[in-house]
């Protein structure tokens, strides 16, 4: 079974950082490209970035160019997110999503999220 | 960048009923590449619709995606209590835009 935990939200301040972690089993971690999708408070969908298997390609979202980096230890089968000069806008439930084989953006199996809080 | 569409914002329709969802796209969307996604409430997203009209694993057959170009739709063609959700549809070519959402409520 495909299991994918997100873990290391939590509260803090505009301007500080926060790394998120997702760890992944039930699927051979190394054979898919993965992402982070968030979604503020009682709005939609946003994605965040994606790593490709061999970690080669890494785009983000202009929202957080510049600011988040994203990882992954295909030896741990995890998946990291390290968020910098964190903004209240950033505040947001933060999924873990792993991409299909059918197209590098389609997600078909997604995390229950780990929160992200930042206070102004 | 695509910008998607999602109408209406909130459905209200009784156990049984039919929806029907709307997804429009500013340009249009290259190969189909047009998803959608239902979340429940304190749920994460599940995958339900890709390439515009292919039912995801283990979806019910009771869901339908159709549409092609900019114009996208997901059909529930018989409202069961674990269908009521917000459902989003989602761009996956060249990059992934998600659509605003609709909500399917108990009227």
């Known amino acids: 079974e495909v299991q994918l935990v997100e873990s290391g939200g939590g509260l803090v301040q505009s301007g500080r950082s926060l790394r998120l972690s997702c760890a992944a089993s039930?699927?051979?971690?190394?054979?898919?490209?993965m992402h982070w999708v968030r979604q503020a408070p009682g709005k939609g969908l946003e994605w965040v970035s994606g790593?490709?298997?061999?970690?080669?390609?890494?785009p983000y979202a202009d929202s957080v160019k510049g600011r988040f980096t994203i990882s992954r230890d295909n030896a741990e089968n995890s998946l990291y997110l390290q968020m910098n000069s964190l903004r209240a806008e950033d505040t947001a439930l933060y999924f873990c999503?792993?991409?299909?084989?059918?197209?590098?953006?389609?997600?078909?199996?997604w995390g229950q999220g780990t929160l992200v809080t930042v206070s102004s | 960048e695509i910008v998607l569409t999602q109408s209406p914002g909130t459905l209200s329709l009784s156990p049984g009923e039919r929806a029907t969802l709307s997804c429009r796209a500013s340009?249009?969307?290259?190969?189909?590449?047009l998803a959608w996604y239902q979340q429940r409430p304190g749920q994460a997203p599940r995958l339900l619709i890709y390439?515009?009209?292919s039912r995801a694993t283990g979806i019910p057959d009771r869901f339908s995606g159709s549409g092609s170009g900019t114009d996208f739709t997901l059909t529930i063609s018989r409202l069961e209590p674990e269908d009521f959700a917000v459902y989003y549809c989602?761009?996956?070519?060249?990059?992934?835009?998600f659509g605003g959402g609709t909500k399917v409520e108990i009227k």
């Open positions: 999503a792993r991409a299909s084989k059918i197209a590098l953006r389609l997600f078909d199996y």
């Open positions: 039930g699927f051979t971690f190394d054979d898919y490209d």
């Open positions: 790593i490709s298997k061999r970690s080669d390609n890494k």
């Open positions: 340009q249009s969307v290259s190969s189909n590449y």
């Open positions: 390439g515009a009209s």
């Open positions: 989602q761009q996956y070519g060249s990059s992934a835009f």
